[in-house]
């Protein structure tokens, strides 16, 4: 099946500080692609959808100048936290579908964001 | 907008047994996708099964099957012969029919013990 990954699986940062998040489709090509966030022992919550080319889109009370993305290429998504706080520690997973025509969507494996 | 409520927080199930997920949803759509997603405690996201809304007949994979009650608008789970490793979070998630929209809309989620 398809591949998506994230880069870093794990990443520990100052407060104040930047730290920029990658999500790959390895084997098909992605137009769109998704940001989630999910707290310990909760749901899955959009973040924002992510448009090849173009801005993304922000879900209601998701701070887009704290969450820049950018969908530089059919197969790179990165999210950038900017001036983390330890707030905004949390598990942030990617995913993608195949196609626009599919219901396929594959999950990367998430990254965990540790804010200090 | 379209929500999913899963009613159980937690469930727990003797290994070789089956057990019932519960999940409702609200939407106003008529044509839609639904899926149940497994995340164990890798945290990968794995897709368990999905039903088509407009396809009458439950789906079925080997030990995972669905009820799907489109009137009731009620998407219950069945795991029949429960193995150590189903143990995980479940989450039950919607979609709007394909070209529409490909986000998913998640569940609050279930977590599901299988014990020994």
Redesign the interface.
């Known amino acids: 099946g398809a591949v998506v990954s994230q880069h870093p699986s794990w990443v520990i940062c100052k407060s104040g500080t930047s730290v920029k998040i990658e999500c790959r489709s390895l084997d098909f090509q992605a137009t ?1 692609m ?1 940001w989630y966030r ?1 707290f310990p ?4 919550m ?1 973040m924002a ?1 992510s448009n090849e080319g173009s801005k993304a889109t922000y879900e209601q009370g998701v701070e887009k100048d704290k969450f820049l993305i950018n969908h530089a290429s059919l197969t790179l998504s990165t999210l950038t936290v900017t001036s983390a706080h330890p707030e905004d520690s949390s ?1 942030y ?1 990617c ?1 993608a ?1 195949t196609s ?6 594959y ?1 990367g ?2 990254t965990r964001l540790t804010v200090t | 907008a379209q929500t999913v409520t899963q009613s159980q927080p937690e469930m727990s199930v003797q290994e070789a047994e089956t057990v019932t997920l519960s999940c409702t949803y609200d939407t106003s759509e008529s044509n839609y ?1 639904l899926f149940w997603y497994k995340q164990p405690p ?4 794995i ?1 368990v099964i ?1 039903q088509e809304a407009y396809k009458q007949q439950n789906a079925t994979e080997n030990r995972f099957s669905v009820n799907f009650q489109k009137a009731a608008k009620s998407f219950s789970l069945k795991i029949s012969d429960s193995q150590l490793g189903d143990t995980a979070m479940y ?1 039950c998630a919607f ?1 709007k029919h ?2 529409v929209s ?8 279930t ?1 599901l013990m299988v014990k020994p």
Not at chain 1, 41 to 44: G, M, N, R, T, W
């Open positions: 769109t998704f999910q022992k909760q749901s899955l959009l959808t598990f997973i995913s579908p626009g025509s599919s219901y396929e969507q999950f494996p998430g | 996708y890798s945290r990968q996201m897709l999905r989450f979609m394909v070209g490909n986000m998913l809309t998640f569940g609050g989620g977590r």
